[in-house]
Every structure is written in structure tokens, then in C-alpha cells.
């Protein structure tokens, strides 16, 4: 009886984890609609979501990147680093406005809250 109960719960909370690695790549792709202006290039560069999300948080509005070049450091690899620096000196980006900006953040804000509840269910699913 408590396993079958069990059982119920994995495979449900199985079913959430889909559904929220599918809500996952919604935000990721609204993230990056919202930053394209900024770093049209950066996307491409960065396949891997959570890369990507925080590579935005540290880069933000800055338009020099070589200014980000330690937080990116701790991040991401030094080949991705170059790749970055250079295809960030030529963009044709451009910075974001206070409201665009605000949009930036609160879109990867809500990644990060799909982290968390993703952590807490494979924490429970394992």
C-alpha cells in the first residue's frame, strides 16, 4: 500500500520534471528574445540554458565585456570566454533601456525559480 502510494508520487512529480524542463526552454527562449537586442549573438554562442542565464546576469547592460571577464571566468570556459569577447566587440547590440532591463531580469529571475523547484522534486524523485 505505502509503496504503490510511493510509486504514485515518483511518477507524478517524473510528470512535473517534463513539464517543467518544457516551461524551461519557454523562459530560456523568452530570455533570449528579451536580451537579443543587447547581445543578438550571445544565444548561439551559449546552447546551454543555465550558460546562457548566467552569463546575461553578469554581463547585463555592459557593453565591454573585458569589464566582466573574471565573473565570466567563473562560469564558463576560457575558449567560450574569447568567442564571447570577440563576438561581444563587434554586435551590433545595443545597451538595453531601465524597463528592458527590468523585463532582462525578471525573466531570468523566473528561471531561476524553475531551478529550484526542479532541484526540490529530483531531491524527492532520487
Not at 22 to 32: I, S
Request: zero cysteines.
Amino acid at each position: 500500500e505505502l509503496e504503490e502510494e510511493n510509486h504514485q508520487l515518483v511518477v507524478q512529480s517524473n510528470k512535473h520534471l517534463a513539464t517543467l524542463a518544457e516551461e524551461m526552454a519557454k523562459a530560456h527562449g523568452e530570455l533570449a528574445k528579451l536580451y537579443n537586442p543587447k547581445f543578438p549573438e550571445l544565444e548561439e554562442l551559449l546552447p546551454n540554458f543555465l550558460q546562457y542565464k548566467n552569463a546575461v546576469r553578469i554581463i547585463g547592460n555592459e557593453m565591454d565585456l573585458t569589464k566582466v571577464n573574471d565573473e565570466l571566468n567563473e562560469i564558463l570556459t576560457s575558449n567560450q570566454i574569447i568567442t564571447i569577447s570577440v563576438a561581444g566587440s563587434t554586435t551590433s547590440g545595443r545597451p538595453l533601456s531601465p524597463e528592458e532591463m527590468k523585463k532582462v531580469d525578471a525573466a531570468a529571475t523566473y528561471m531561476e525559480q524553475i531551478l529550484e523547484v526542479q532541484k526540490e522534486l529530483m531531491a524527492f524523485v532520487e
